[in-house]
């Protein structure tokens, strides 16, 4: 099982640098955990590609397709007291923006403050440095 933050979901339905690294680390382990606003992240990279002209509608539509066939093999964290409180925590401690936060803190609680047990698949640089100062894995 591994934490996915948000941007690394993304190339794993729209082709990016990191997509065919990104679908190998699926390939060998499927279990996909995210925080609850990743597929919503997704939609709004992927309509930003279309309105950008660098995506079809049609693409789009599938890209968006994509998505929820993973989202329904995935585990996500759902937003509560433990989240927000740790979110709290670490925009106090570390450079992040909410989302990052929210995405850090949702992988916080999976891992059962245990961050050392969870791999972290990350593609934001600010969000790699926090994790691994919380003790997360990187893969990046």
Same mark, same amino acid.
Do not use: Y
């Given at each position: 099982?591994?934490?996915?933050?948000?941007?690394s979901?993304?190339?794993l339905?729209?082709e990016?640098s990191?997509?065919?690294?990104?679908r /190998?680390?699926?390939?060998a382990?499927?279990?996909m955990v995210?925080?609850?606003?990743?597929?919503?992240?997704?939609?709004?990279?992927?309509? /930003?590609?279309?309105?950008?002209?660098?995506m079809?509608?049609i693409?789009?539509?599938?890209?968006?397709g994509?998505?929820?066939?993973?989202?329904? #093999?995935?585990?996500?964290?759902?937003?509560?007291?433990?989240?927000?409180?740790?979110a709290? /925590?670490?925009?106090r401690?570390?450079?992040? /923006?909410a989302?990052?936060?929210?995405?850090?803190?949702?992988?916080?609680?999976v891992?059962?403050?245990?961050?050392?047990?969870?791999?972290?698949?990350?593609?934001d640089?600010?969000?790699?440095?926090? #994790?691994?100062?919380?003790?997360?894995?990187?893969l990046?």
């Open positions: 099982m591994r934490f996915w933050d948000s941007s979901v993304l190339p339905i729209v990016e990191e997509s065919l690294r990104n /190998r680390w699926l390939k382990d499927p279990q995210v925080w609850w606003g990743t597929s919503i992240e997704c939609v709004s990279a992927i309509c /930003r590609k279309e309105r950008e002209g660098t079809s509608d693409e789009a539509g599938l890209a968006i994509m998505l929820r066939d993973l989202e329904s #093999a995935w585990h996500e964290i759902a937003p509560g007291s433990d989240v927000k409180k740790t709290v /925590r670490l925009l401690v570390h450079p992040l /923006r989302a990052d936060a929210c995405q850090l803190a949702a992988a916080l609680v891992a059962e403050r245990a961050p050392e047990n969870l791999p972290f698949v990350c593609g640089h600010l969000l790699n440095r926090a #994790a691994e100062r919380e003790g997360f894995t990187v990046a």
